[in-house]
């Protein structure tokens, strides 16, 4: 039987990490403020932890043309009649959803109930799910001080919180970058995840290939690689003989980013803030088919503060590749400088700022009703 309570505070998330991790921050802030959580999901949203989860229908808007926003306008006008229903028996203090289209029917309904209502955006660009609803909810919350695409008339509603991380990889801010000399180990982490990695599982080897004996001789490689992937790239490795560990997901991220010199990535929010948030130097190649073309501007905010060096997918080279890890690896003080850069605009609180916004979007509607 579903339960009511007056500390309910819905979340609505669903689909990659990236939308995920930011709710599972927040979560547990909340938590620990003495709120109770409920998540509202879409048929393949996962759960998130204990939480009692409820789950819409839903549809599509990413990169979907005309037509297709038709086709998908029943799908969602079912999600939002019953996130609908599923509020009036919650009855929560707040809904706050972290984009994608999975968040749009609770969002969609919550605005209509006229509840507290919050949207996350992860991404230096405002998503699409959250343009939609940005002139409807009362607050909009940004991981990056400059959000691209909010519509002039919501500009009064942005409260910069940051990106909420994993409370475990915050865990190791602490841990100082790790020693680098001129002669000792260079540990390089390569994380591609599912969007575009085969392009470093190509451009990578043939690009270590390209370094001179010494470098290659001190080089580990950690690389997330796609499953089909793996075993030409260890193939490819073994031909160089560097020390290298290949997976297609590292279940140990924040010790890989602990004892990490370098991260060569692709530049998704959630690993552009976790890099910050440790202060690890990046190398960072943007998805370029990512909608809005938003991982160009999530790299933006680590290469403009000196924290690491943005590639366009088109120069990413082996050549390319080769002559800028040779620059990075063989002076060790620019990745000091870099790591130190990163750290300083990492926001480990994103977590705690974006609970106090809910926190304040809640108290003053309830001074509101009681002034009524």
């Known amino acids: 039987m579903m339960e009511t309570s007056e500390n309910l ?33 879409d048929r393949r949203g996962g759960a998130l932890g204990n939480l009692e989860t409820h789950r819409i229908r839903a549809g599509g808007i990413a990169g979907k043309n005309f037509t297709a926003l038709l086709r998908n ?23 706050i959803g972290f984009g994608g289209y999975a968040s749009v029917p609770t969002m969609l309904a919550a605005t209509f109930g006229n509840y507290n209502s919050i949207i996350h955006e992860q991404n230096a660009v405002l998503g699409r799910a ?21 519509p002039k008339s919501a500009l009064n509603k942005v409260v910069h919180t940051g990106m909420p991380v994993r409370p475990e990889v915050a865990a190791v801010r602490n841990i100082p970058y790790p020693e680098l000399t001129n002669e000792g180990e260079l540990r390089l982490l390569i994380l591609g995840g599912s969007q575009g990695a085969h ?32 075993d030409n790239t260890r193939d490819a490795f073994q031909l160089l003989a560097v020390n290298v560990e290949l997976k297609s997901f590292f279940n140990d991220i924040p010790e890989q980013f602990a004892r990490s010199h370098l991260l060569l990535s692709r530049a998704g929010a959630s690993t552009v803030s976790e890099a910050m948030t440790v202060g690890r130097p990046a190398i960072l190649v943007p998805y370029p088919h990512a909608v809005d073309d938003h991982q160009k501007f999530n790299s933006h905010a680590l290469d403009e503060v000196g924290g690491g060096w943005l590639m366009s997918q088109e120069s990413f080279t082996p050549d390319a590749l080769a002559e800028r890890l040779g620059s990075l690896l063989a002076v060790p003080k620019i990745l000091k400088s870099a790591a130190k850069c990163a750290r ?3 926001q480990p609180d994103a977590a705690v700022k974006l609970a106090d916004a809910v926190c304040d979007l809640i108290g003053k509607d309830e001074n509101e009703r009681r002034a009524a």
């Open 344 to 346: 300083s605009s990492g």
């Open 9 to 41: 505070i819905v979340l609505a998330a669903g689909g990659t990490g990236g939308h995920v991790f930011p709710a599972e921050a927040l979560a547990s802030e909340l938590t620990n403020r003495g709120y109770r959580l409920s998540l509202i999901t």
């Open 199 to 230: 392009i470093f599982s190509q451009v990578i080897p043939e690009a270590i290939a390209r370094l001179n004996e010494d470098l290659k001789s001190r080089l580990f490689i950690s690389q997330q690689c796609r499953p089909e992937d793996l």
């Open 130 to 150: 959250n343009r939609l609803l940005a002139n409807r909810v009362k607050r909009i919350a940004t991981s990056f001080k400059s959000t691209r695409l909010v």
């Open 73 to 95: 306008g029943p799908e969602l006008a079912v999600g939002t009649l019953q996130s609908w229903s599923l509020l009036k028996k919650l009855q929560p203090k707040a809904v």
